[in-house]
């Protein structure tokens, strides 16, 4: 087995080689870095094709930005084919970084840069794994192919469109994320579930005009009072959500994956100080914080428009207030349900003299990964090799609609094998990446395409 | 007596004067009007001295807008004092206007800009006045004393300074308020009630960071959703307040008070219609909407500030939520005991995992004036001989802070004779003010100091 760590002169190379790809800004998200996200797309497919990769190009949409894309099938029919995912773009890089975020600064073990770890740390480590086994056997033992896009952290279609069309591109029998995180430093882990989503807002209003709360406060119906009644009526103090039926057919986690959950390390006590940074946990009675954040659905409020927000006083009383609200999903409820229960539920519990909507803005399905199959099963198996530590099996509270997506239009099952850290700075200024896990990570990807293909 | 009605010239004249007031865009809230401003303290001082009055001046504050004075005080120490009041600052401008807001313009009887209500229109008849007698007499039937202000719709401190300070310029009977409205139109009215406010913020805090709410929802506290229980906690879906003890200390109206507002012109879906605009009313059950309006306690919500309200979707968990709240209060409660009944309920519904607190930003105590005394009567008697029906007595759910200044610290009533109409659009596009309200009014002011001086 190749060893990263044994080889100093070549761990050089691969730092030097990813701060090329995070010195590029490509922020999906801001219309000034259009070029930058195409020049990052370019700077892929130029290391899919050192890495040996095989028909490598852009896929192009109108006022979209590009997917990228390579393959090598000289593995032949004999052998699985993978299907590598990961994206190119980053998110923007606000706040205050100890180093610029877009010039790459090794410290401590870690890399900081604006998407370190989320996501080009975890693209660069597939390419280079398979650029080892090329270069060392001018083959590989399995077939690949890459698919990495350039639009997940602004949630752009052009992914979904391909990934619907039925593209001959597609053809695969597993894919292969690199886009979550290992459960604690040095653990290897495979993230077998995510929550699904229904995003929009609740629309209340209360009236045609806004009112001057002297003349007629007391009397007239107040658009943000009523939001925060709607709110409180759809869940309760205690976490409970009230939306009828909504969380009837979740399916409870086993036994078995409740045990395993049990044996990993966790410590409420700095959970609750170091990551949520409150006082308390919240929740659900009668659930612990794994079955909370992984599966349980939520109801959340993320933001109220309307009224008077500016600095001092206005007596306004609104006659509008926009909700913004999600629910995360859990195994066995739908986008289509869900939305359909939170619609009627805000209609019933409405205050009177109000009107209010709910109105969606978008979905991803929940996902649950069977862990009984080869795919998973080797790559357990190869990041044990790796770090030295049984292979852990979790799920992530969040939601990475492409995994749904494979499933769905592919049938496709999705291999998470996560190589960021919880402490990160996913999204937040000073994102970094951890070096060890960078290089435990191509070894682990080595292992993984030798031991399906031997 | 003097009626404008029979001089069509006089009635061009006014209008003219009246226009270059309006004309001069004194919006004390933008700092780019603090000349306009000034040049308008300057133009109701040139009016003060042209009316005939004495000692014309402007009493300067650093940092603040211009007080105006002026006096006649040739009546003699055998006649009262009466200290006129109002102000020569306007709301800003915003909105569709179908005339330019600061280039007045006469439709349908009514002459149409920002502040010719809302107070300019008040100020202007309340000088025209004064200048009428001295025109027609050489002299006045009482002593009189203007002090204008320029600071009423940003609510500056310097008249509470000045007010406060026991200048011997302040030394009167009783002070004219016209800065309120007829009950209807043609009904000459006596506003003899206002309600307090305490304005300010409940700061809600529930942790040191923003979350996701995919990887922390479940689990972790969200402010906004505190903020919406706190509120629903006080005050429940039928208008009833439940800070704990807060209505206990009000004096209900008289039945005598409450028989008179039943003898009002009022229709209550056509309030709903024309005025709330919305589908139904709301408020405490038990009590009618002039109770609820003028002799109720509120608390409003204004606004929500926290988590994301820009378009699109962020799926943060909000760590902070600064909720804008007031309280009207009515004859009985003060602004010391409110803000701290307040302030221990927001403690006592917080939820868990959360702190809240509640930070006053201003009060205004409210006021309730005794009707048996020459000033009010005397009002009342011409207000009715020149507008030919009987004057009523109303209260306004509003807070004029003044009032309750002039009360505290004089030890003066305050006579609140209003010449506004209930849709003139004050605080709005296409503010107005009914000219014919300007000249009955101009006549029922004049008339008001015969009587007082007889």
Redesign the interface.
């Known amino acids: 087995m190749l060893t990263c760590e044994a080889m100093a002169e070549t761990q050089e190379q691969l730092i030097e080689g990813l701060k090329a790809f995070l010195r590029i800004p490509s922020v999906s998200t801001a219309p000034k870095h259009t070029a930058d996200v195409r020049r990052c797309a370019e700077h892929v497919r130029e290391m899919l094709v050192a890495a040996g990769l095989q028909n490598a190009q852009l896929i192009e949409a109108e006022g979209q930005h590009p997917l990228v894309y390579a393959e090598w099938l000289g593995a032949g029919e004999g052998k699985p084919t993978l299907l590598f995912y990961g994206h190119y773009d980053v998110q923007p890089a606000d706040g205050e970084w100890v180093t610029p975020a877009f010039e790459p600064s090794v410290r401590d073990g870690n890399i900081y840069a604006r998407g370190a770890a989320d996501d080009k740390g975890q693209v660069f480590l597939q390419i280079k794994a398979v650029e080892r086994l090329m270069e060392r056997d001018g083959k590989l033992p399995v077939n690949v192919r890459f698919l990495i896009e350039g639009e997940e952290e602004v949630?752009g279609e052009h992914i979904e469109a391909f990934v619907a069309s039925g593209d001959a591109r597609l053809k695969a029998d597993a894919a292969v994320v690199c886009d979550t995180e290992m459960f604690a430093p040095g653990l290897p882990t495979l993230c077998v579930g995510l929550?699904g989503?229904v995003?929009g807002e609740i629309l209340v209003k209360?009236?045609?005009?806004d009112?001057?709360?002297?003349?007629?406060?007391?009397?007239?119906?107040?658009a943000?009072?009523a939001?925060?009644?709607i709110?409180?009526a759809l869940?309760d103090?205690d976490?409970r959500i009230l939306i009828p039926g909504f969380a009837d057919s979740v399916i409870p986690p086993s036994a078995a994956e409740r045990a395993a959950w049990d044996r990993l390390p966790f410590n409420e006590a700095e959970y609750l100080e170091k990551?949520?940074?409150?006082?308390?946990?919240?929740?659900?009675p009668g659930y612990d914080?794994f079955e909370?954040?992984w599966a349980?659905p939520?109801l959340?409020?993320?933001?109220?428009?309307?009224?008077?927000?500016g600095e001092?006083?206005?007596?306004?009383?609104?006659?509008e207030a926009?909700v913004?609200v999600?629910m995360?999903l859990v195994a066995g409820q739908t986008v289509e349900v869900a939305t359909r229960q939170l619609a009627e539920a805000v209609k019933a519990v409405c205050?009177?003299?109000v009107?209010a909507e709910f109105r969606p803005?978008?979905g991803a399905e929940p996902s649950l990964v069977r862990t009984d199959n080869v795919f998973i099963e080797k790559s357990a198996q190869a990041m044990q090799e790796v770090f030295g530590k049984e292979t852990v099996y979790i799920r992530?509270?969040?939601?990475i609609p492409i995994v749904g997506l494979f499933e769905r239009h592919l049938g496709i099952p999705s291999v998470m094998m996560g190589f960021g850290l919880p402490d990160d700075n996913?999204?937040a200024p000073n994102e970094k990446f951890h070096l060890a896990n960078l290089f435990g990570g191509i070894d682990a990807m080595v292992r993984y395409l030798e031991l399906l293909g031997s």
Chains 1, 2 share one sequence.
């Open positions: 949630g929550r989503i995003y209360s009236g045609d005009t009112l001057h709360s002297g003349m007629y406060g007391g009397a007239a119906p107040n943000i009072m939001a925060c009644e709110v409180t869940k103090r976490g990551e949520v940074k409150s006082t308390a946990l919240t929740g659900e914080v909370r954040t349980r939520t959340e409020v993320h933001g109220i428009r309307g009224g008077f927000t001092g006083a206005k007596t306004v009383i609104p006659c926009l913004k999600s995360r205050p009177k003299a009107q803005f978008h992530s509270g969040g939601s996913l999204h």
